[in-house]
Nanobody, 123 residues
Framework: QVQLVESGGGLVQAGGSLRLSCAAS????????MGWFRQAPGKERDFVAA????????IYADSVKGRFTASRDNAKNTLYLQMNSLKPEDTAVYYC????????????????WGQGTQVTVSS
């Protein structure tokens, strides 16, 4: 089992940047593919980005490609999401998640979830 805690959310103006962190504890962090998802009010939880076990591979939703970068530091048991050129439509609660199965884009691929951190982008 792994416990996940996100941090780094906040209020930022459009065009600005934020870096989210996800601290993991429990079983070996490097054994899990890690993902980021987001959920806006009244909407479903959507895939944002994910990184493989070593961090050398990453996949992104089309809506964030070229603006967001997912990375991980296995020595620090931490996942990151660097978000640049933020837009009001990026406003959501952002969740990190861990998967022992695959580097996937579906919420059902991930077994463990953090509590989320709010990101608000003002226009």
């Amino acid at each position: 089992q792994v416990q996940l805690v996100e941090s780094g959310g906040g209020l930022v103006q459009a065009g600005g940047s934020l870096r989210l962190s996800c601290a993991a504890s429990g079983r070996t962090f490097s054994s899990y593919a890690m993902g980021w998802f987001r959920q806006a009010p009244g909407k479903e939880r959507d895939f944002v980005a994910a990184t493989g076990l070593s961090g050398s591979s990453a996949i992104y939703a089309d809506s964030v490609k070229g603006r967001f970068t997912a990375s991980r530091d296995n020595a620090k048991n931490t996942l990151y999401l660097q978000m640049n050129s933020l837009k009001p439509e990026d406003t959501a609660v952002y969740y990190c998640a861990a998967s022992s199965l695959r580097l996937g884009t579906k919420a059902s691929d991930y077994r463990y979830w953090g509590q989320g951190t709010q990101v608000t982008v003002s226009s």
